[in-house]
Structures are given as structure tokens and as C-alpha cells.
């Protein structure tokens, strides 16, 4: 398994996150806003740009809000219009994902916009991190013709959540990528792809340096040279 290509996706907050993460070699952009919430759906602008400047592809996350992964209409109806946006725009693909208020997959609505999204490749995102049943979620999912999912094995990191990770990946049986996401760096890339796993997610942050400001916290940023070690370690 080792001497096969491990593909890294980097989570990009911004239009420099994502630039650093293309000029590092990073192989695709999950792209997003407000990280320190999960993240949500970028805008517009940060989507434009991105899009007209880099050439890497871009799975933007579309997620309306912080909070549950439950929406109401009107909210399943925003992320359908981003959905559309992004296929205007030429994005690559979608990652995104409903569930019930019971924390199943909401296997109607993720149709929806499964169908939507097509041609692009579709992520089902975290929010299959907190599935009741992550064994029945998986194949609920794949029957939906999902083509990753973006987990950490239902733990705090990706690390931590190894076992299930290997678990679902040998269940996947190549019908589904498992996308393993959270904690990953440069000192435990490695055990990934050790694993047998063929694609993994970082958002390889820093702190910016600024002076620090009453309305926000210190700005994150995917960070050049910790990507370009998580790349020499796998």
C-alpha cells in the first residue's frame, strides 16, 4: 500500500489558504469559511476568485449555517441554489450532506442533491460523524451514489478514531473513498496511508499575527510548509 499515491485535500478558509495550499502541491481544495464553526459556505466573491485564479480542484463545502447538519426547507433550498453556483462557476465538486433530526441520513433530501450536483463528485461531509449507526449510514450512502466521505471515525481526530476508520474502509470495499479528516499532520500522515488508505483531509492551520482585535480571534490559515511536510511524509 505504501508505494501508491496518497492524495491530500487541504480545507481552505480563505483565498490565500487556498492559494498556499495549490502553490505547496496540495492535490484538491475543500473550500469553506469560518472554521472555527465546523465551517459553512464560502461566498460568492471568495468562490469567484478562487475559481478564476487557481487551477487545483475545488470541492466548496455547502452548509448554510453552524450547528446541527438538520435543515429546514427554506435552508434545503439555499443549499441548492449554492449547489447550482458552484456548477456555474465550474467547481469540481460538492461537499455536503443532510441529516434527520435522529441523526440519520436524510436519504431523500442528500438524493436531491446528489442529483443536483452531477457531473461534479460529491463529499458527504462531517456530519457522518455523529450517524447513529456508521456501518448502516455507509451503505445507505453509498446506495446513494455518494463518492467520498469525509470522516474521523466518529472521535476527536482521525488518529484517535484509526480503528473505525480501517473498519469502514474495509467495509467500503473501493465502492466509496473514505476521506480520513481531522488531526492530520505531518508526524501522523504516514499511519494513513500505512492503513491502506488512499486519500487524506487537512487544514494544516497556523495563526496568523496580528494585533489582537475586541470583534475576533486570531485569523487561521492553511500553512505552505506544513503542507508541503504532510506531502514528504506520505
Do not use: W
Request: with cysteine.
Amino acid at each position: 500500500m505504501t508505494d501508491k499515491i496518497m492524495l491530500l485535500e487541504i480545507c481552505a478558509n480563505s483565498y490565500q489558504s487556498a492559494k498556499n495550499a495549490q502553490d505547496a502541491g496540495a492535490h484538491r481544495i475543500e473550500l469553506c469559511q469560518e472554521l472555527s464553526v465546523g465551517g459553512v459556505t464560502p461566498s460568492y466573491g471568495l468562490l469567484k476568485q478562487v475559481m478564476n485564479t487557481l487551477s487545483i480542484p475545488v470541492y466548496p463545502l455547502i452548509r448554510p449555517r453552524s450547528g446541527n447538519f438538520v435543515c429546514s426547507e427554506e435552508e434545503f433550498e439555499i443549499i441548492k441554489h449554492d449547489i447550482q453556483l458552484c456548477k456555474d462557476l465550474g467547481c469540481a465538486g460538492i461537499v455536503s450532506g443532510i441529516l434527520n433530526k435522529d441523526n440519520t441520513i436524510d436519504i431523500e433530501r442528500t438524493k436531491e442533491l446528489i442529483e443536483l450536483s452531477k457531473p461534479l463528485q460529491f463529499t458527504f461531509h462531517r456530519a457522518f460523524d455523529i450517524a447513529e449507526n456508521p456501518f448502516e449510514a455507509l451503505e445507505q450512502i453509498i446506495d446513494l451514489g455518494v463518492d467520498r466521505v469525509l470522516t474521523s471515525g466518529q472521535a476527536t481526530s482521525a488518529e484517535q478514531g484509526i480503528e473505525l476508520l480501517k473498519q469502514l474502509n474495509k467495509q467500503a470495499k473501493g465502492r466509496i473513498t473514505i476521506l480520513a479528516g481531522s488531526g492530520i499532520n505531518s508526524s501522523n500522515a504516514k499511519l494513513f496511508k500505512e492503513a491502506g488508505f488512499s486519500e487524506i483531509h487537512a487544514s494544516a492551520s497556523s495563526k496568523m499575527e496580528i494585533k489582537k482585535s475586541l470583534f475576533s480571534e486570531p485569523q487561521t490559515y492553511s500553512d505552505p510548509i506544513k503542507i508541503k511536510a504532510i506531502l514528504d511524509a506520505i
